[in-house]
């Protein structure tokens, strides 16, 4: 099969690779429809990833058809169109009964990191991921979300990964009703975050990015009021924007990559020797107000320095965290997507075959071209 290859640091390319074949009784092969470049993609490609591993394939957001499944899977079958969450989770251990997917204790033993996950290094597992023809999926009958027949792959994509991340970062605001609340980041999960807040009540919604025509997308899509970082002093306009309070929630759906001051670049993005820049996760401090909430969906690595923490605890803050469970967020997804209330493809701004992946990863990272987010087709244009 063709598959996208990681190379080393900001090198991918496409190769043939070894069909993926059943290796546990659970298992299913799935031929991949769709698959998204994620921003956190762009974590692993830039080598701030522990044990990213030349060879390995990326790609945690896909979807696609059953072509095979394992003596011991039940639920689903060859020809079920499925989505798959972005984790590999087994459904029966402590964590996974209580609907922390991402959490699972069996999919990537030994480890205080996360759960398995799809093409994400040996860090969090080692799985290959599915920008690829084909991927096992481990745990299928539990894992696989069937995608309802009046729902399109493309507007599925999305729901693996950067939509229900979104929802879960809204969630952790703990949202009463009207209150004003910062988003970090408008890329996909913190637009999905944006959608999410205004679905659970809250009053305001400021968005804050660096590049001015994801602002614009997130003022057209979302009608959210906008700060370019570049232009102001975040904290100080957020205050100037709440009566000196400060933001009653922010959401970081930034994480490691955030621009800032050239110390923390220098040190963590560039000779890694901290897991990227703390600039958003600090500005989430400062901007938020005393006693408020700061969910934290960005991704981090270890190790980490460099958080005010004592700013943090001086202002009574409470700080929310984790991967999104996918898996217990797709079913509501599913219905609002089929009521009409948002269609999550139109995040995908950039869609083109497998063998054009190397070119469009440049685009998104570099932010070139209006790029919001990519969708691969391995197998063709040909999808439902």
């Not at 955030?258 to 923390?264: K, L, M, Q, R």
């Not at 690595?301 to 700080?319: I, R, S």
């Amino acid at each position: 099969m063709q598959a996208l290859t990681y190379e080393g640091p900001w090198r991918v390319t496409v190769r043939e690779k070894a069909d993926p074949r059943i290796e546990h009784p659970q298992d299913g092969i799935v031929r991949v429809e769709t698959a998204a470049i994620c921003g956190s993609d762009l974590h692993i490609l830039h080598g701030l990833i522990p044990d990213t591993r030349v060879g390995s394939t990326f790609g945690h957001e896909f979807v696609g058809i059953i072509e095979e499944v394992g003596p011991q899977v039940k639920g689903v079958r060859p020809g079920d169109r499925v989505a798959l969450p972005f984790q590999i989770f087994c459904g029966a251990c402590y964590y996974c009964q209580r609907g922390l997917t991402s959490c699972c204790n069996n999919t990537n033993p030994g480890t205080d990191a996360a759960t398995g996950m799809y093409g994400y290094s040996h860090t969090m597992g080692g799985y290959d991921g599915g920008q690829a023809q084909y991927v096992r999926v481990p745990f299928i009958g539990v894992d696989a979300e069937r995608v309802p027949e009046d729902v399109s792959s493309l507007d599925a994509l999305p729901v693996t990964d950067a939509f229900p991340t979104g929802y879960q970062a809204a969630e952790m605001c703990d949202i009463k009703g009207g209150e004003t609340v910062l988003v970090l980041g408008c890329g996909p999960v913190g637009l999905f975050a944006m959608w999410s807040l205004w679905a659970m009540g809250a009053g305001r919604v400021i968005a804050v990015d660096g590049e001015d025509y994801r602002l614009a997308f997130a003022r057209r899509w979302l009608g959210v009021e906008t700060l370019n970082f570049r232009d102001v002093d975040v904290v100080t306009a957020v205050k100037g924007m709440t009566e000196d309070l400060g933001a009653d929630a922010t959401i970081d759906a930034v994480g490691a990559e955030a621009a800032g001051s050239a110390t923390h670049r220098a040190l963590g993005i560039y000779a890694k020797l901290e897991a990227g820049s703390p600039q958003a996760i600090n500005t989430a401090i400062h901007a938020t107000r005393k006693g408020g909430v700061i969910s934290v969906i960005g991704a981090y690595g270890p190790p980490f320095t460099g958080m005010d923490l004592g700013t943090y605890m001086n202002k009574a803050q409470t700080m929310r965290t984790g991967q999104a469970s996918v898996k217990r967020y797709m079913p509501r997804l599913f219905e609002h997507i089929r009521a009409g209330r948002i269609r999550p493809s139109e995040v995908l701004t950039h869609r083109g075959p497998l063998e054009d992946a190397p070119a469009l990863y440049r685009t998104m990272a570099r932010k070139h071209d209006g790029c919001i987010k990519v969708a691969l087709f391995p197998n063709g244009p040909t999808i439902h």
